[in-house]
């Protein structure tokens, strides 16, 4: 497994990251971990809370590599987002002692001694100049309890980070890079390279739209795609994965392995993390991996399939 | 402040007029199911500064938001910026007077002093359906579009099915708010920047979105009239509205104004 560093931490990271959420089934996920520690992956990402931390916790209890891990896990914000939302000042949503007690919480409840890296979970430019988050990130990485701390970007909205990456303020960014939002490759990407901000890519796979079982999913109520690919979406979405079929090459498992690799192209790319919770499917995933970066053809054909940026 | 409607058919949109006073408006946007009521207004050949106006219309796309200025000092600074110093001073202080007249309507809906802004560029994002959100308790906004061909376009509440509208606006709204930037930085064609989203200009042309229960089901502001409608805050809904994209090349100048409390 190839390393990339992580921004300005001074740390190593995985290409391929381990992304862990709340209510899978806790044995899977600590074998799954367990075999990703063993092919030579160190970074798991997790939502802040409570339950996600509880996740991982359970799974790292039953293993014993993971004194090494890197976690990389989102503030959560006081205030839910729900856009279009009037501006939210960062200090209601993000107040220093907020983030405090969410970093010791979860040093805590992973038993560990530092985050790699902790990012907001959402990001308005506005908050660059407003509240106390920067501040109190800056003492927590002072005191060795983050590695480094950064951002994560709502979908699509790549330059709301612009500016904040050029003011050298963080030391990672996440945000969606994928086939079909190529966004980042634009300005931030490019940016975050000449400043050595570290990129954490998520949703490589647009929310599991890029894999072959896309087609025949059926999301529960409860799971936020039920609502989110609603039947003009997913229409949409699965004709546009149809037409990338024939990029794929022989090698290759299918648009999977294809739309992982281009999501891993982008030189300032630290890691890209997929919420894999079967082994079967993380082993997919490092194989394709291991073929490297995509082919520069490759990559200038799926300029003409990106839509949503 | 000119009084006389003279814009015909209201559409189905409840009128209410200026001499009743904001009294009368706040009880009609309070028991209103779609939250939005119509200000008749005379047509903007018939008003005294359509010269002004019109002239303000040939220049690039803009933007202003008042802020703490009167109108009559936020209109000087646009107008000397482009139309040259002193141009049309006896129409701009016409002209300001009816907003500040407007504003004060507005304003006693929530006993709160009201914002202002104006802009004369077409946002495409506009054409989507959405609620204007505050975090006050109680807000309204005021419309008053000068010089389009179509009004505003409400539907009610619960012609949205609001799980998809939400799955749609996480998707949309960055992309929507980028495109509408793009559009006012560099006046390109919308339908140049979304050549790549097919399906979603459509939409935004037709106003036939996907989250929408009845795609036919909505009203139509009478084009020129002013109009107020709730925003949505903690404790009220707000309106579900767009703008029709029949206004894409005429977007004419616009005049928005916010009244929000906590208070009221």
Redesign the interface.
Known sequence: MRLRPLGRTGLSVSELSLHVSAGEDPHETAATIALALERGMNAVTIAGDAAAADQLASALAQGSRHRDLLVIARASSLVPF?????HVPAGRAYPGRHLRAEVESLLSRLGVERLALLQLHAWCSEWLGEGDWLETLGELRDEGKIAGFGVSL????V?AALELVAGGAIDAVQLMYNVFDQGAAASLLPLCGAHRVGVVVRSPLYYGALTPAFDHAAFADDD?R????????RR?TMARVGRLTPLVAPHERSVTDMALRFSLSHPAVSTVAVGTHRRVHLEANLRALEMGPLETGRRAALEQH???? | MDKAAGNGPTSGIEPVSFDAGPEAARHLLDRSEIGAVELPRPPLDELPYRALVHALLTRPGFKLDFNRLDPDAALALVCDQLLGPGAFAGARARFAEDIAALAAFAGGLVGARASVSIRSYFAPGDTVWHVDRVHEAHAFRLLWPLGRPAGMRVTSADNVDAPAYRGFMRREFPLLCHLDTRVLRTGAAVEALWLHRPAQLAAMISGRFPFLLEPDREWAVAPGAASIHRVQTPVQPGAWHRSSWENRRSPGLQIVITAASDSA
Do not use: N, R
């Open positions: 729900d856009l279009p939302s009037p709502f979908d699509h909205d330059d936020w039920h609502s989110y690919f609603f039947d003009e979406h949409e990106k839509w949503l940026c």
